[in-house]
């Protein structure tokens, strides 16, 4: 019980990143894809200067804010899977808080100088407001190398190091590792690892085509054809729908939550009686104070 307990207590910490990562994800849906969807309507963009601006924050907000919690999740996995001596100090709650207050200070840090370069501008070809890649050639190559690259790096040298791992153990190379490898432990792995190619898959080509286009402007630029632009962009774009389907796919705990809330949507009355079962079940596992005292004794002895 004490194992188990102090198992679920782990992946607390370790599910603290992926609700942050959600957050990111739903922070693109709030505001940039309903003026988008505007501009797609209006055939040019109608808000004004001030909301393009706010739109292009709040979207670089997502991309960078994502790309950073892939990497922290990526490195707590690493931490829980490859150095689990030492998981419980680096990744107990308090830290752990530490380090998402960290993970989304560093995004706002990475896309206020956007605001010094005059870098979000409303580009017709994709109707939105969005980081121009044409504005400075040494600031879109840091962004590409910094914001791009570098997590990527780190994220593939941890899912490297933890493959490594899994495949020792699945043929018995570490039989005197005292840590065994939980199929959860296995599930929610691939579940990020996923995540992970995913999100390289869709926003490698746009941040190539700027990497590209910034060592070279005038002779690689005219060359790029429009399409493979804004293919690359709503590639981009399409990530963030993406990973609560990899949720609902690989995670059977999602899977049963999306099938309650799409009954729930569907036989609105379900709600309430859920709600009222939810009740009657809590006031029935209720025990009295001699009785919970006798288990809590039991527990010791045992």
Same mark, same amino acid.
């Given at each position: 019980?004490?194992?188990?307990?102090?198992?679920?207590?782990?992946?607390?910490?370790?599910?603290?990143?992926?609700?942050?990562?959600?957050?990111?994800?739903?922070?693109?849906?709030?505001?940039?894809?309903?003026?988008?969807?505007?501009?797609?309507?209006? /055939?040019?963009? *109608? $808000?004004?200067? &001030?909301?393009?601006?706010?739109?292009?924050?709040?979207?670089? @907000?997502?991309? %960078? !804010?994502?790309?950073?919690?892939?990497?922290?999740?990526?490195?707590?996995?690493?931490?829980?899977?490859?150095?689990?001596?030492?998981?419980?100090?680096?990744?107990?709650?308090?830290?752990?808080?530490?380090?998402?207050?960290?993970?989304?200070?560093?995004?706002?840090?990475?896309?206020?100088?956007?605001?010094?370069?005059?870098?979000?501008?409303?580009?017709?070809?994709?109707?939105?407001?969005?980081?121009?890649?044409?504005?400075?050639?040494?600031?879109?190559?840091?962004?590409?190398?910094?914001?791009?690259?570098?997590?990527?790096?780190?994220?593939?040298?941890?899912?490297?190091?933890?493959?490594?791992?899994?495949?020792?153990?699945?043929?018995?190379?570490?039989?005197?590792?005292?840590?065994?490898?939980?199929?959860?432990?296995?599930? /929610?792995?691939? *579940? $990020?690892?996923? &995540?992970?190619?995913?999100?390289?898959?869709?926003?490698?080509? @746009?941040?190539? %085509? !700027?990497?590209?286009?910034?060592?070279?402007?005038?002779?690689?630029?005219?060359?790029?054809?429009?399409?493979?632009?804004?293919?690359?962009?709503?590639?981009?774009?399409?990530?963030?729908?993406?990973?609560?389907?990899?949720?609902?796919?690989?995670?059977?705990?999602?899977?049963?939550?999306?099938?309650?809330?799409?009954?729930?949507?569907?036989?609105?009355?379900?709600?309430?009686?859920?709600?009222?079962?939810?009740?009657?079940?809590?006031?029935?596992?209720?025990?009295?104070?001699?009785?919970?005292?006798?288990?809590?004794?039991?527990?010791?002895?045992?």
């Amino acid at each position: 019980m004490a194992e188990e307990g102090l198992w679920r207590e782990q992946h607390i910490e370790g599910n603290i990143f992926v609700v942050s990562l959600s957050v990111a994800d739903l922070v693109v849906a709030v505001y940039p894809y309903p003026l988008i969807l505007s501009a797609i309507f209006h /055939n040019g963009w *109608t $808000m004004g200067n &001030v909301h393009c601006q706010i739109s292009g924050f709040l979207m670089g @907000l997502s991309v %960078i !804010g994502s790309i950073f919690n892939i990497t922290a999740i990526a490195i707590n996995r690493y931490c829980y899977i490859c150095h689990s001596l030492r998981y419980d100090k680096l990744f107990n709650l308090k830290n752990t808080c530490c380090y998402l207050c960290l993970t989304w200070i560093l995004t706002v840090v990475a896309i206020v100088p956007n605001f010094f370069v005059g870098s979000l501008q409303y580009d017709p070809r994709i109707y939105s407001c969005t980081f121009a890649q044409t504005v400075s050639t040494s600031y879109t190559i840091t962004v590409v190398v910094v914001h791009f690259i570098v997590p990527l790096s780190v994220v593939t040298f941890c899912y490297l190091r933890i493959w490594i791992l899994v495949i020792q153990v699945k043929h018995r190379v570490r039989q005197d590792c005292k840590k065994k490898l939980r199929a959860a432990d296995i599930r /929610n792995f691939l *579940t $990020m690892f996923v &995540v992970f190619v995913l999100f390289a898959v869709c926003w490698g080509p @746009l941040n190539f %085509i !700027g990497l590209a286009v910034s060592i070279n402007p005038s002779k690689v630029q005219p060359h790029i054809p429009e399409w493979l632009f804004v293919l690359s962009y709503f590639m981009a774009y399409f990530n963030s729908c993406l990973n609560a389907v990899i949720y609902g796919l690989l995670n059977q705990n999602f899977r049963k939550e999306y099938k309650r809330i799409l009954l729930t949507l569907w036989t609105p009355r379900l709600l309430f009686i859920d709600v009222s079962k939810g009740g009657t079940e809590g006031m029935k596992s209720k025990h009295s104070p001699a009785i919970t005292t006798n288990n809590n004794h039991a527990e010791i002895h045992l």
